[in-house]
């Protein structure tokens, strides 16, 4: 019996044992699963920039803007997201503010006044720094992305960090075509040097080599800005502010590089932030790209179609609007009327919600709403006839008032915007405003453009 009791006790330790491991691993598993996660998004990272990788090293050589293009269409993003996409170009290799050379020259140096044990580790510990340094300029090379397919005749040249960052900063095409040009060449005569013996054409080549050489150094040279200290702070700046939105100049000052963060203070920041356009929100920067910008209507219709509107009211006065929560909203916004020269801000009012304070840049001037809606009517997706019928509308309130048929279209265009702006709403109560949704084609078909034209072509006759 003893016996048997000592087995059963076994047993029921054994047991209990067993559920504190299945326990445990069941306390193991949201980490097990986490850690798979983790995984599975760096490999997804990996893959996409692999794909981003052999696609762009498939595309022929233009300039930034086109490739981000192509980038964006191939991989249905923007174009701020293709950017940063093809822009790989590492940060400056620094130690405690120095350049990694001059760390070398400073170790060797230093190795001279050693022995022994000490002199052999301090020759480890230069090879080590020369290694990751250069597999920092074969990151440098990798991050210009129209070059790296280059890279071998590229390092027969003997490129620095500071030529590779002017070779980053060249962004039109006809000189990156120039300069691949060169590339292949020296990579053609290298070749051709390897299958001659040391005679009159190996001497030859040699000269060749040195020439082209010369000449690519020299493009580079033409091509490549030389940044001021003050131009380099406002660039560095620029960058931060856009890459962190919402930063403090105080977070700018601190992110700046060694020699820069010397020369410059919050206070400096602050004020070569307001002269870059950049806009100050209780202490917080931001900065409307200009990628925006360069094509404003476009972005303005996009931003109508998801954010905005385009009404009008009772009493058939058209209405425009954009709307934008935040801080980050309101700077937009201060933003957006700069670049458009038109429209009335309405900055931090109350949400119906009670959130976030809303800011809105609103357009009530018939000439504003016209010069907006004409730009941006080839780029709506959306709200392209809700712009046909306020332009409709404002060139009936401005020469045909008169007209028998005036009030009657103005009821009708009234009915289409609301129509247009509450036709996905299946709850909508179109009874309320006389409404019939199935003849809706007839207040379509019954513009007076024409008629106007007519008219108006009749008063200049």
Same mark, same amino acid.
């Given at each position: 019996?003893?016996?048997?009791?000592?087995?059963?006790?076994?047993?029921?330790? *054994?047991?209990? %044992?067993?559920?504190? /491991?299945?326990?445990?691993?069941?306390? =193991?598993?949201? $980490?097990? #699963?986490?850690?798979? +996660?983790?995984?599975?998004?760096?490999?997804?990272?990996?893959?996409?920039?692999?794909?981003?990788?052999?696609?762009?090293?498939?595309?022929?050589?233009?300039?930034?803007?086109?490739?981000?293009?192509?980038?964006?269409?191939?991989?249905?993003?923007?174009?701020?997201?293709?950017?940063?996409?093809?822009?790989?170009?590492?940060?400056?290799?620094?130690?405690?503010?120095?350049?990694?050379?001059?760390?070398?020259?400073?170790?060797?140096?230093?190795?001279?006044?050693?022995?022994?044990?000490?002199?052999?580790?301090?020759?480890?510990?230069?090879?080590?720094?020369?290694?990751?340094?250069?597999?920092?300029?074969?990151?440098?090379?990798?991050?210009?992305?129209?070059?790296?397919?280059?890279?071998?005749? *590229?390092?027969? %040249?003997?490129?620095? /960090?500071?030529?590779?960052?002017?070779? =980053?900063?060249? $962004?039109? #095409?006809?000189?990156? +075509?120039?300069?691949?040009?060169?590339?292949?060449?020296?990579?053609?005569?290298?070749?051709?040097?390897?299958?001659?013996?040391?005679?009159?054409?190996?001497?030859?080549?040699?000269?060749?080599?040195?020439?082209?050489?010369?000449?690519?150094?020299?493009?580079?040279?033409?091509?490549?800005?030389?940044?001021?200290?003050?131009?380099?702070?406002?660039?560095?700046?620029?960058?931060?502010?856009?890459?962190?939105?919402?930063?403090?100049?105080?977070?700018?000052?601190?992110?700046?590089?060694?020699?820069?963060?010397?020369?410059?203070?919050?206070?400096?920041?602050?004020?070569?932030?307001?002269?870059?356009?950049?806009?100050?929100?209780?202490?917080?920067?931001?900065?409307?790209?200009?990628?925006?910008?360069?094509?404003?209507?476009?972005?303005t219709a996009a931003f109508i179609d998801s954010d905005g509107y385009i009404t009008m009211d009772k009493?058939?006065?058209?209405?425009?609007?954009?709307?934008?929560?935040?801080?980050?909203?309101?700077?937009?916004?201060?933003?957006?009327?700069?670049?458009?020269?038109?429209?009335?801000?309405?900055?931090?009012?109350?949400?119906?919600?009670?959130?976030?304070?809303?800011?809105?840049?609103?357009?009530?001037?018939?000439?504003?709403?016209?010069?907006?809606?004409?730009?941006?009517?080839?780029?709506?997706?959306?709200?392209?006839?809700?712009?046909?019928?306020?332009?409709?509308?404002?060139?009936?309130?401005?020469?045909?008032?008169?007209?028998?048929?005036?009030?009657?279209?103005?009821?009708?265009?009234?009915?289409?915007?609301?129509?247009?702006?509450?036709?996905?709403?299946?709850?909508?109560?179109?009874?309320?405003?006389?409404?019939?949704?199935?003849?809706?084609?007839?207040?379509?078909?019954?513009?007076?453009?024409?008629?106007?034209?007519?008219?108006?072509?009749?008063?200049?006759?």
């Amino acid at each position: 019996m003893t016996n048997i009791g000592t087995v059963t006790q076994d047993a029921r330790v *054994l047991a209990e %044992i067993e559920e504190e /491991e299945a326990e445990q691993a069941r306390d =193991n598993v949201p $980490k097990v #699963e986490e850690a798979a +996660r983790l995984e599975q998004e760096k490999n997804d990272a990996l893959n996409r920039l692999n794909q981003t990788k052999s696609f762009l090293d498939g595309l022929p050589i233009r300039d930034d803007s086109d490739i981000a293009k192509l980038v964006s269409i191939e991989y249905k993003t923007n174009l701020t997201d293709a950017k940063k996409a093809i822009s790989n170009y590492p940060d400056t290799y620094e130690i405690q503010g120095q350049d990694v050379p001059g760390i070398i020259k400073q170790m060797r140096y230093y190795r001279r006044k050693l022995k022994g044990e000490d002199r052999i580790d301090m020759s480890d510990s230069i090879e080590n720094v020369i290694k990751a340094y250069t597999d920092y300029l074969d990151k440098c090379i990798d991050g210009i992305y129209w070059v790296r397919k280059y890279k071998i005749p *590229l390092k027969k %040249i003997g490129y620095n /960090e500071k030529s590779l960052r002017k070779l =980053n900063s060249i $962004k039109d #095409e006809d000189t990156r +075509r120039e300069l691949i040009d060169k590339l292949c060449k020296i990579w053609e005569i290298d070749l051709n040097r390897r299958n001659e013996p040391y005679n009159k054409q190996q001497a030859t080549l040699a000269k060749e080599f040195t020439k082209t050489k010369k000449a690519f150094n020299v493009i580079v040279k033409k091509k490549s800005i030389a940044y001021s200290t003050k131009d380099e702070l406002k660039k560095q700046i620029l960058d931060i502010v856009c890459n962190v939105p919402g930063i403090s100049s105080r977070q700018i000052h601190e992110q700046l590089s060694y020699n820069l963060h010397r020369k410059s203070s919050p206070h400096i920041i602050a004020k070569m932030a307001k002269d870059q356009d950049i806009i100050n929100i209780d202490g917080a920067h931001y900065k409307v790209s200009d990628d925006i910008k360069k094509n404003i209507w476009a972005y303005t219709a996009a931003f109508i179609d998801s954010d905005g509107y385009i009404t009008m009211d009772k009493n058939n006065n058209p209405r425009v609007g954009l709307v934008a929560t935040g801080n980050r909203g309101k700077a937009f916004m201060i933003g957006m009327q700069k670049s458009l020269d038109c429209g009335r801000l309405h900055l931090d009012q109350k949400s119906p919600q009670d959130t976030r304070p809303v800011n809105r840049l609103n357009f009530y001037a018939q000439d504003d709403i016209v010069k907006l809606l004409t730009k941006c009517k080839p780029h709506f997706k959306l709200k392209g006839n809700n712009a046909n019928v306020l332009l409709e509308l404002i060139r009936m309130k401005k020469s045909h008032k008169k007209t028998d048929w005036y009030s009657e279209r103005c009821d009708e265009l009234y009915k289409l915007m609301k129509y247009y702006n509450h036709s996905d709403n299946t709850k909508f109560d179109w009874a309320k405003y006389d409404i019939d949704i199935d003849n809706i084609s007839k207040l379509e078909n019954n513009s007076k453009i024409s008629i106007m034209d007519d008219l108006d072509a009749l008063a200049k006759a």
